[in-house]
């Protein structure tokens, strides 16, 4: 016999844990997890907060722009397994960032056949007024929140993080 509350719910709520209170733990912090991931790529979002810093950078290019922000100079080759995307795709998405002024291809010193990848100095700026519009976003979230939450939110998922990282990096 199927539990019926089990059955209505999406699978990736339903298959999470067992029937002890670490799986309904589980059931609790998974969904919301995945939403966050899920809403934090979302093109409306990111359209929504290019609009609020004032630059144009076309969606499918922001997380590109931002991963090599975080690692510059940086390797096509290596950014692309940053990123877990094919370098063919990375390529092309790097090719309209150079065309639009937002980043710079330079001969890898270490490798003449190679080159690495720096924002340029608009990039640069474009970066910082699209995080900066994030904060504001997520300033403007979390005001009303309790100060014991909004001082936790940090640690936490910080700590999560981390932990998740550490998978990956094994």
């Given at each position: 016999?199927?539990?019926?509350?089990?059955?209505?719910?999406?699978?990736?709520?339903?298959?999470?844990?067992?029937?002890?209170?670490?799986?309904?733990?589980?059931?609790?912090?998974?969904?919301?997890?995945?939403?966050?991931?899920?809403?934090?790529?979302?093109?409306?979002?990111?359209?929504?907060?290019?609009?609020?810093?004032?630059?144009?950078?076309?969606?499918?290019?922001?997380?590109?722009?931002?991963?090599?922000?975080?690692?510059?100079?940086?390797?096509?080759?290596?950014?692309?397994?940053?990123?877990?995307?094919?370098?063919?795709?990375?390529?092309?998405?790097?090719?309209?960032?150079?065309?639009?002024?937002?980043?710079?291809?330079?001969?890898?010193p270490a490798d003449a056949r190679a080159a690495t990848l720096e924002l340029t100095p608009h990039g640069d700026e474009t970066l910082r007024r699209i995080w900066d519009a994030?904060?504001?976003?997520?300033?403007?979230?979390?005001?009303?929140?309790?100060?014991?939450?909004?001082?936790?939110?940090?640690?936490?998922?910080?700590?999560?993080?981390?932990?998740?990282?550490?998978?990956?990096?094994?």
């Open positions: 016999m199927t539990d019926k509350k089990t059955s209505t719910r999406p699978l990736s709520e339903a298959a999470v844990g067992d029937n002890t209170p670490q799986g309904d733990w589980l059931r609790a912090v998974v969904p919301p997890l995945r939403d966050l991931v899920r809403a934090s790529r979302d093109d409306r979002l990111i359209e929504r907060v290019s609009h609020e810093a004032g630059v144009r950078v076309p969606t499918h290019l922001v997380l590109a722009l931002t991963r090599i922000g975080d690692f510059q100079p940086v390797r096509l080759s290596d950014l692309a397994d940053q990123m877990g995307v094919g370098r063919t795709t990375l390529s092309r998405q790097v090719a309209d960032l150079v065309t639009a002024g937002l980043v710079a291809r330079t001969p890898d994030w904060g504001r976003l997520v300033a403007g979230l979390t005001d009303g929140w309790p100060a014991a939450e909004r001082e936790a939110l940090p640690r936490l998922l910080a700590r999560l993080g981390a932990g998740l990282q550490a998978l990956v990096d094994d």
